[in-house]
């Protein structure tokens, strides 16, 4: 037998208590069937459907998922109006082929002025309880969407003096849109935040090689080389899964039911000297809380996709030399460039780093691997990415 979602009876109950039901022809009508309609959609028709070994992502209360909030949450993200001139979207700075990255040092925004930091990967972004390389601040999706949206130092969209919800009006497919995503609220600023965030945590990645292997049993998916370099990166020599554990292999991730827990780290990339003669805002957690021993500290982002996620680091310190870049030398490919600047990161790591007072010797320490255990560490590495999520259709532009 099906019962009526909870939602239904109450809503149905309400228009017989107060008279509006749908073939009474009143004004307000209308008004309360989109209401309606977005309560329910928010509440009732989203079903995750994650990975195996992959836990219920956690959801600010006043933000459900719903299919037509992500639906609309993609269209906006492909959206170039909104930006202050028309000339970028989100997916300027994200591109799906790169899982969500942008390939580049330091993007820029609509006025060409350079982002301090590397655009990171949105793989999983749901998991993330802080959302930026060095800011704490930053809590939600919702919330850091107001960063590229109106932030002037530096612009990325550039939407401060302009008028973007009346662009967007202007477009006769979003009026039914945010109505049924929101109901009678229609076309806000704080609904294209909610819907923008409701796209991004449908952003679940965990197809990649390493994936079958460990969570789908298929014991054929990695090859002897990955399981060497799967068992270097959580054993006790490298220790790589430290920063770098779990499902999302970062140690920062959050979920439903979960203790929350973030951490920020200086991996020994630079030296004392080189933060010093940096901008005020390219010294990592520093620029925030002010302490000296919180410059160079960042957070280590999830290794999900980094075979497509290069320039590495958060001012892309390690990227593939041009000989294997394919965006300039031809018949090379991603894999050619991400297993070269890959190599230069594990013999960072392996090195032990820079000297710099901030770095946590207790995790970045040189520690004794050969150049075969390090390819095979970068050959499981590359077995992290998910070609289905770079291509897949649910992800990408509707335009």
């Not at 993330?128 to 930053?138: A, E, Q």
């Not at 991996?267 to 805002?281: C, E, F, K, R």
């Not at 000297?355 to 590495?381: C, E, T, W, Y």
């Amino acid at each position: 037998m099906k019962f009526f979602h909870p939602t239904v009876f109450f809503l149905v109950s309400f228009f017989i208590s107060c008279n509006v039901l749908p073939f009474q022809k009143k004004e307000k009508n209308n008004d309360m069937l989109l209401i309606a309609l977005g309560i329910l959609a928010n509440g009732s028709d989203w079903v995750w459907d994650l990975p195996p070994g992959f836990p219920v992502p956690n959801v600010p209360a006043d933000n459900p998922m719903s299919k037509s909030k992500v639906e609309l949450g993609r269209h906006l993200f492909y959206e170039k109006k909104l930006s202050g001139n028309g000339t970028m979207a989100c997916s300027s700075c994200h591109f799906q082929s790169l899982a969500f990255a942008d390939g580049k040092d330091f993007p820029s925004g609509i006025t060409n002025q350079a982002h301090p930091r590397n655009a990171q990967h949105l793989s999983n972004v749901a998991y993330m309880p802080r959302l930026t390389w060095s800011n704490p601040k930053m809590t939600s999706l919702e919330l850091q969407a107001r960063a590229p949206m109106f932030g002037e130092s530096p612009v990325e969209l550039g939407l401060q003096n302009n008028n973007f919800l009346s662009a967007l009006a202007s477009n006769p497919i979003y009026q039914p849109m945010f109505e049924r995503a929101f109901g009678g609220s229609g076309i806000t600023e704080q609904n294209v935040r909610y819907a923008l965030a409701s796209f991004q945590r449908s952003m679940i990645s965990g197809n990649s090689k390493y994936d079958q292997y460990t969570f789908r049993n298929n014991k054929s998916a990695l090859n002897a080389s990955e399981i060497r370099g799967l068992n270097l990166f959580n054993g006790e020599v490298a220790e790589c899964f430290h920063c770098h554990g779990g499902f999302n292999f970062t140690d920062t991730s959050f979920h439903g039911g979960a203790k929350e827990e973030f951490f920020y780290h200086s991996n020994g990339i630079h030296t004392d000297a080189y933060y010093a003669g940096l901008a005020s805002n390219k010294r990592g957690l520093f620029d925030l809380t002010g302490v000296a021993s919180d410059t160079g500290k960042f957070r280590a982002p999830s290794l999900r996709n980094i075979g497509v996620t290069y320039p590495y680091m958060h001012d892309g310190s390690f990227m593939c030399d041009n000989a294997n870049n394919p965006n300039i030398t031809a018949g090379k490919t991603k894999v050619d460039c991400a297993r070269d600047a890959l190599t230069k990161v594990v013999d960072h790591y392996r090195s032990g780093g820079q000297a710099h007072s901030g770095k946590d010797g207790a995790l970045i320490r040189a520690f004794p691997i050969s150049d075969s255990q390090r390819d095979d560490m970068v050959n499981f590495l590359l077995a992290l990415t998910d070609d289905e999520f770079l291509s897949n259709p649910k992800f990408a532009s509707p335009f």
